[in-house]
């Protein structure tokens, strides 16, 4: 049995022989007691939530339409400081694995989109399913695995089905601003992650992308004190096989393939 001298928000309690789920339980409560999740966790005007982003990919398939699927996880990590809490009046729990619905989170969407509903990343993204992790510091880890569809450049599709073919996606927040959300590369990762990548994924990033800075900035004419970022990633993709009229082509010539640094 464990005993040990804890505080709640005002005041003090003794939480004798206290199980490891009570400990959780009561740490839920009291840090969403008087939560807001509506409500962005900047707590002045003058600093923004720092907010760094990654995207870490497992499959793509690129389609006769020029139309790039791809299954991919996003990674957020943002500050707040509503949820902070000392380990000591908690047993020495340093983190907890809470429902994303119950959380703020930031309103990414796939700015270059060309589908949306329930299966697409907006509907997956929107539905806040699974768990984010809180650490006692008021840092968020969240990871929700997501699908998305955007099309690639179709100027170059000559060499169709085994070319290379240039993509982007390019992920934003949708109503905020620099002045509320600062971007940021998650480890200085520049380009989309694929350390896990699917070996029988249909296409591939190949090893000629993200030559170019992911982060970008841009006014707009409504807002001109107010820059807006978002992460623009610009890769090529090849097929490794298809599915033919005789069964699977696979590719007679593929690129050498693109190789990320890990994010973990």
Request: contains cysteine.
């Amino acid at each position: 049995a464990l005993g040990l001298a804890v505080s709640g928000p005002n005041h003090k309690h003794n939480y004798m022989d206290e199980h490891l789920v009570d400990v959780r339980s009561r740490l839920m409560r009291e840090l969403f007691r008087d939560y807001d999740k509506d409500v962005i966790p900047q707590m002045d005007a003058n600093t923004p939530v720092p907010l760094s982003l990654a995207l870490k990919a497992y499959r793509m398939d690129l389609n006769d339409k020029g139309e790039l699927d791809f299954t991919a996880w996003m990674v957020f990590d943002w500050e707040d400081k509503r949820l902070t809490f000392d380990p000591e009046e908690y047993h020495g729990l340093t983190l907890i694995r809470v429902p994303a619905e119950k959380l703020w989170i930031p309103d990414y969407q796939v700015y270059n989109a060309v589908e949306y509903g329930q299966d697409s990343f907006s509907g997956i993204y929107n539905a806040r399913q699974g768990y984010a992790i809180i650490y006692n510091t008021g840092k968020v880890l969240y990871i929700p695995p997501l699908n998305g569809k955007v099309l690639c450049n179709d100027q170059e599709f000559a060499n169709w089905p085994w070319g290379e073919y240039d993509c982007n996606i390019k992920l934003g927040s949708w109503t905020y601003s620099a002045n509320q959300i600062k971007l940021s590369t998650y480890n200085g990762q520049n380009g989309i992650e694929n350390g896990d990548f699917d070996e029988n994924s249909p296409s591939f990033i190949t090893a000629n992308s993200f030559n170019e800075e992911s982060l970008e900035s841009k006014y707009y004419d409504c807002c001109p004190d107010e820059a807006y970022e978002s992460m623009n990633y610009r890769f090529k993709v090849q097929r490794r096989w298809r599915m033919g009229a005789d069964g699977k082509e696979t590719n007679p010539s593929p690129a050498a393939a693109y190789e990320s640094k890990k994010l973990f």
